[in-house]
């Protein structure tokens, strides 16, 4: 008799529950597949658009180590029960031809615990930032999902011709603007839309902007102005977040940022949130750059395992 297949929980990433169950290479039949509630009462597209929605296999699942919140606090990341990295282990790209990027969520929106895939340590796991010796929470909550890229990196030796900034050591950021709250861990599909050149105590630390493919609006957003009509005012506090969040100054609604007198940050290419063909630019860029990393071009002490 066959033993019994151990199931993993699992995040699914545009793939049916059919492909993550079913034992590597084998597919269960059509009648004994499950479907999500959503799949179940949603009318059925047609074929051709169902296979452009179907995305590569993909079973994450993550496991915690650790109280939270605390300095041993880590989340690992595991693929099919084999642990991987969330940045060496998964792809740049969903769908490059769409611009849909796979975004590793370090940070969901409205919380302020700065959480952060952890570069220097094996299979990099995600953590909580330390600052002076203690847990580092931004003064604020982040309105927005935060999170990183895969198999990108901002390269601290290479000077950016036209920003003369050189890179932060670290892969590059991604925000989802989208109006769900995406949990911590989970590797989601995003439309990479626009980018902001942030730069960080002179360093070049890049802002793309996106949505996630499952939001209700991730069709009609195609373009940084498709982005501002759909999500009117969120570039300009993305912007003002993002150089603000370590000044002096505070925030509210009704005024945004007041009294900031020093350690705001700055933005390069006349702020401009830089438009689709850009942000490509930028992440096939650092996709290069940490290709050189990978083959032992450019030394470091970040754990490429």
């Known amino acids: 008799s066959m033993a019994p297949l151990r199931v993993l929980p699992i995040f699914l990433a545009g793939v049916s529950a059919a492909h993550a169950f079913a034992p590597s290479g084998l597919m269960a039949p059509a ?28 079973a994450y699942s993550t496991k915690e180590e650790g109280s939270f919140p605390s300095e041993e606090y880590r989340m690992f990341f595991e693929e099919d029960g084999k642990t991987i990295s969330p940045w ?38 995600i953590k909580q930032d330390m600052k002076k010796g203690k847990l580092r929470d931004y003064p604020l909550d982040i309105f927005w999902n935060y999170g990183m890229i895969p198999k990108t990196w901002e390269n601290p030796k290479h000077e950016h011709p036209e920003l003369k900034a050189f890179g932060d050591d670290d892969p590059v950021d991604i925000v989802e603007i ?60 993305i912007r003002e977040w993002f150089r603000n969040y370590k000044s002096d100054g505070t925030y509210s609604k009704e005024k945004g940022w007041t009294g900031v007198t020093e350690g705001a ?27 050189a990393l990978m083959k032992g071009k450019v030394e470091s002490k970040l754990s490429l395992k």
């Open 178 to 237: 989208g109006s769900a709250s995406i949990a911590r861990g989970t590797v989601c599909q995003v439309k990479a839309i626009g980018t902001l050149a942030m730069i960080d105590e002179g360093e070049l630390d890049w802002k793309v902007i996106g949505v996630s493919t499952k939001d209700p609006k991730a069709d009609k957003v195609n373009s940084v102005a498709d982005l501002e009509k759909e999500f009117p005012g969120q570039i300009d506090e």
């Open 265 to 291: 940050n700055g933005f390069g290419l006349d702020e401009k949130c830089m438009d689709v063909d850009y942000t490509k630019k930028v992440i096939e860029e650092t996709q290069g750059e940490y290709e």
């Open 88 to 125: 060496h282990g998964i792809d740049t790209w969903a769908d490059k031809d769409k611009n849909i990027v796979n975004a590793v969520i370090e940070i969901s929106k409205n919380t302020r615990p700065k959480m952060e895939v952890a570069t220097k340590e094996e299979s990099n796991p």
């Open 31 to 58: 009648s004994l597949r499950l479907r999500s509630a959503s799949a179940i009462s949603a009318p059925r597209p047609a074929l051709a658009a169902r296979r452009s929605m179907i995305a590569p296999r993909m």
